[in-house]
T-cell receptor
Framework: EPEVTQTPSHQVTQMGQEVILRCVPI?????FYWYRQILGQKVEFLVS????????KSEIFDDQFSVERPDGSNFTLKIRSTKLEDSAMYFC???????????FGPGTRLTVL | KNEVEQSPQNLTAQEGEFITINCSYS?????LHWLQQHPGGGIVSLFM???GKKKHGRLIATINIQEKHSSLHITASHPRDSAVYIC????????????FGAGTILRVKS
């Protein structure tokens, strides 16, 4: 069964460093999303992406964040200069069509020291 | 005010019991999703519904659009059902983002 994959599963970085979180969505899906979950809190929307551009972004998704689909398979989230409060689990999701079920990856746990 | 409210926050049940988790929302939605999150963190989609009722195995999800309320039922609960159950609403007009509830922590004891 097709699935969304994410790498790495756990990333530890120093404050101020850049990180890139990678996702491979399900191959025929067209809509892509990043969410994050700070430990003990609810899942929050970061950004949605369709047709090589951002469809919607949250207030969390400031200038330090960017997304890219560099090739036909990968979907990346970059944080330029990490802060302590960026420590969270980051989930990638994809869906085949607008308004359809979203399939989640296993998540990347980001720890900023 | 949270756009999605779930109750209860925590639920402990005995194996075999019938379980109900409730979700209320205050915004216009394209669909409502029930998701399951296990201790390892992964999120699995259980249901997506925009009207009526859906059933999958021992899980049943219902939605009342007029009342902006949904319920997730688990029949004949089992310890392996122990997980966090999350209600999320789809906002198609906002890039189809999901807005999540805080989750219900379910523990089923044998």
């Amino acid at each position: 069964e097709p699935e969304v994959t994410q790498t790495p599963s756990h990333q530890v970085t120093q404050m101020g460093q850049e990180v890139i979180l990678r996702c491979v969505p399900i191959s025929n899906h067209l809509y892509f999303y990043w969410y994050r979950q700070i430990l003990g809190q609810k899942v929050e929307f970061l950004v949605s992406f369709y047709n090589n551009e951002i469809s919607e972004k949250s207030e969390i998704f400031d200038d330090q964040f960017s997304v890219e689909r560099p090739d036909g398979s990968n979907f990346t989230l970059k944080i330029r200069s990490t802060k302590l409060e960026d420590s969270a689990m980051y989930f990638c999701a994809s869906s085949g069509d607008r308004g359809t079920e979203q399939f989640f990856g296993p998540g990347t746990r980001l720890t900023v020291l | 005010k949270n756009e999605v409210e779930q109750s209860p926050q925590n639920l402990t049940a005995q194996e075999g019991e019938f379980i109900t988790i409730n979700c209320s929302y205050s915004v216009g939605i394209s669909a409502l999703h029930w998701l399951q999150q296990h201790p390892g963190g992964g999120i699995v989609s259980l249901f997506m519904l925009s009207s009526g009722k859906k059933k999958h195995g021992r899980l049943i999800a219902t939605i009342n659009i007029q009342e902006k309320h949904s319920s997730l039922h688990i029949t004949a609960s089992h310890p392996r059902d122990s997980a966090v159950y999350i209600c999320a609403v789809g906002r198609m007009e906002y890039g189809n983002k999901l807005v999540f509830g805080a989750g219900t922590i379910l523990r089923v004891k044998s």
